[in-house]
């Protein structure tokens, strides 16, 4: 069992102000430089059409905009966070095109059904009421609409778990590294331990959205130890 993992909002928002200045260098150290490469890659497994209006949600400092803007020009990101400092990076990152809201996922300021393609990478499991932020979801989708969800994804396999722990390891030593304090990136590895499997996240989407966000399909990266979900909203 992973250790319980406190997840007060207000503290979670601070957190990331606090790191934004270093955060997307930090993503670039952990993950070898490999985050964005398998951003794009679940990018490109979702399939969005030519002209698509895209909601990003949790979009911390706006990667997914300017990966989709490069994959193609057509479609349009907004981008959704509740923190102004990784937002303040987002814009400045995507200077050209530039549309993020600074709001809460449980409460978006959006309609009913507003959205055919909404993705969400490394945000949900930041969340301490996860399935007011499904029903969240998938209120503000069209029917027939695609959601895709990229995180950690628990498994039991040997190979998983010692990626898992290398993981943590070179979190720890980049932390020391670049003289960053380690509590913040301390909660970052136990809410990725304490995470669900994909299985899981599955059957609990499928019971917040009362049945109607259900299962596309997924692709796994490094032996699963990471993983793409795609769900598609019923009619
Ligand atoms: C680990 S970052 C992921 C950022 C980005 N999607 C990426 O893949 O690099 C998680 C983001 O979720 C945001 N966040 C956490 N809880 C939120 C909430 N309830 N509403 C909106 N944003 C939230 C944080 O501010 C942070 O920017």
């Not at 951003?39 to 949790?58: E, H, M």
């Not at 932020?133 to 628990?154: C, P, Q, T």
Request: proline residues 1%; contains cysteine.
């Amino acid at each position: 069992m992973g250790e319980k993992v406190d997840k007060n909002p207000e503290k979670i928002n601070l957190m990331f102000d606090e790191i934004s200045s270093y955060y997307d260098k930090m993503n670039d150290f952990i993950s070898f430089f490999t985050h964005k490469l398998i951003k794009k890659s679940a990018l490109i497994f979702l399939n969005i059409p030519k002209n698509s209006k895209v909601l990003d949600i949790f979009c911390g400092t706006g990667d997914n905009t300017k990966i989709i803007q490069k994959i193609d020009k057509s479609i349009t990101v907004v981008g959704l966070d509740n923190s102004k400092k990784m937002l303040e990076i987002a814009k400045k990152k995507n200077s050209e095109k530039s549309d993020f809201i600074l709001a809460n996922v449980l409460n978006m300021p959006f309609l009913d059904c507003e959205f055919d393609y909404i993705i969400e990478t490394f945000g949900l499991r930041n969340v301490e009421k996860r399935e007011l932020a499904i029903k969240e979801i998938s209120r503000v989708m069209k029917k027939g609409g695609y959601f895709l969800h990229l995180d950690f994804n628990k498994n039991n396999s040997i190979i998983s778990k010692i990626l898992s722990k290398i993981f943590n390891f070179t979190t720890f030593v980049f932390c020391k590294i670049l003289k960053i304090d380690f509590k913040n990136y301390d909660y970052l590895i136990k809410s990725k331990d304490d995470f669900l499997s994909a299985e899981s996240l599955i059957e609990e989407f499928k019971s917040a959205s009362s049945g109607k966000l259900e299962f596309y399909k997924k692709k796994g990266y490094f032996f699963n130890t990471v993983c793409a979900v795609v769900f598609k909203k019923s009619n």
